[in-house]
């Protein structure tokens, strides 16, 4: 198994940037792809981007590409979202998740508790 502790979220103003990091404790991270997922008030929760095991090929929804940068550190154990020019529709609750397949759907095994990003205007 292994657990995911999301950190980095606040308030930021449109335009901003922040840094979501996912540290993973338990079995080596390298083990696993990873994503980032959100959910915002009243939606369901939708894929934002992921990463394979060696960090060499990445996968971004249309509405964040060119804007979000998924990446890893495996010796940390640590999985970073760069967000630049955020919009007010960013705003949601942001997951990391782990699984042995990439994907782009919710079927990941293991899943952070989230943390909040608002983007006010």
């Known amino acids: 198994q292994v657990q995911l502790v999301e950190s980095g979220g606040g308030l930021q103003q449109a335009g901003g940037s922040l840094r979501l990091s996912c540290a993973a404790s338990g079995r080596t991270a390298s083990n696993y792809a990873m994503a980032w997922f959100r959910q915002a008030p009243g939606k369901e929760r939708e894929f934002v981007a992921a990463i394979s095991r060696s960090g060499g090929n990445t996968y971004y929804a249309d509405s964040v590409k060119g804007r979000f940068t998924i990446a890893r550190d495996n010796p940390k154990n640590t999985l970073y979202l760069q967000m630049n020019s955020l919009k007010p529709e960013d705003t949601a609750v942001y997951y990391c998740?782990?699984?042995?397949?990439?994907?782009?759907?919710?079927?990941?095994?293991?899943w952070g508790q989230g943390t909040q990003v608002t983007v006010s205007s």
């Open positions: 998740a782990a699984d042995s397949l990439l994907r782009m759907s919710l079927d990941y095994d293991y």
